[in-house]
T-cell receptor, first 116, second 111 residues
């Protein structure tokens, strides 16, 4: 079974600074997707960024980018120019590309605080 | 922009009672999911549904749980006899290609 590990329960960053959230995963598969979801206090799950394992290029969405190291099974999220609205729980998630209805497997989350 | 909706936003029930949580997925989506999140914990998969049948379920999804797509739009999760430990946030999600879109969740409180 696949597992996702987020070793940082909490992180803090100053506004306008850069922060990196860590995620590692374990799988024997070669074809899969990785995601970062943001969960603000409203508890809505919002997709931040997606990475397809067969793509070597790291995904980027505006101020959010990932460092995907397939051999090391590492998938970190970098947030640049942090804003107060970035404060939330961030969950890393894995989805197999085997079978079309594959579930998401989540990590335990990292709570990000953004300070002035 | 189309979105997944869930009702109610908050449900309070007595232990042993049946509850039905409702979801309206995005209209052209084909795959449907339920997840739950106990307060302070990670999001856990419950069940996936495709082509009017369950495609996968977790060990959490025991005989007390059932899902249904009673018409072309709704997707429901029924808990037959609620327990205290069923108190959690329940998220519905739907998918057509690669990305699962989540609803805002239903907070279930079992007293």
């Amino acid at each position: 079974a696949q597992t996702v590990t987020q070793s940082q329960p909490e992180m803090s960053v100053q506004e306008a600074e850069t922060v990196t959230l860590s995620c590692t995963y374990d799988t024997s598969e070669s074809d899969y997707y990785l995601f970062w979801y943001k969960q603000p206090p409203s508890r809505q799950m919002i997709l931040v960024i997606r990475q397809e394992a067969y793509k070597q290029q790291n995904a980027t969405e505006n101020r959010f980018s990932v460092n995907f190291q397939k051999a090391a099974k590492s998938f970190s999220l970098k947030i640049s120019d942090s804003q107060l609205g970035d404060a939330a729980m961030y969950f890393c998630a894995y989805r197999s590309n085997t079978g079309t209805a594959s579930k998401l497997t989540f990590g335990t989350g990292t709570r990000l605080q953004v300070t002035l | 922009e189309p979105e997944v909706t869930q009702t109610p936003s908050h449900q309070v029930t007595q232990m042993g009672q049946e509850v039905i949580l409702r979801c309206v997925p995005i209209s052209n989506h084909l795959y449907f999911y339920w997840y739950r999140q106990i307060l302070g914990q990670k999001v856990e998969f419950l069940v996936s549904f495709y082509n009017n049948e369950i495609s996968e379920k977790s060990e959490i999804f025991d005989d007390q749980f059932s899902v249904e797509r009673p018409d072309g739009s709704n997707f429901t999760l029924k808990i037959r006899s609620t327990k205290l430990e069923d108190s959690a946030m329940y998220f519905c999600a739907s998918k057509i290609y690669n990305e699962q879109f989540f609803g805002p969740g239903t907070r279930l409180t079992v007293l």
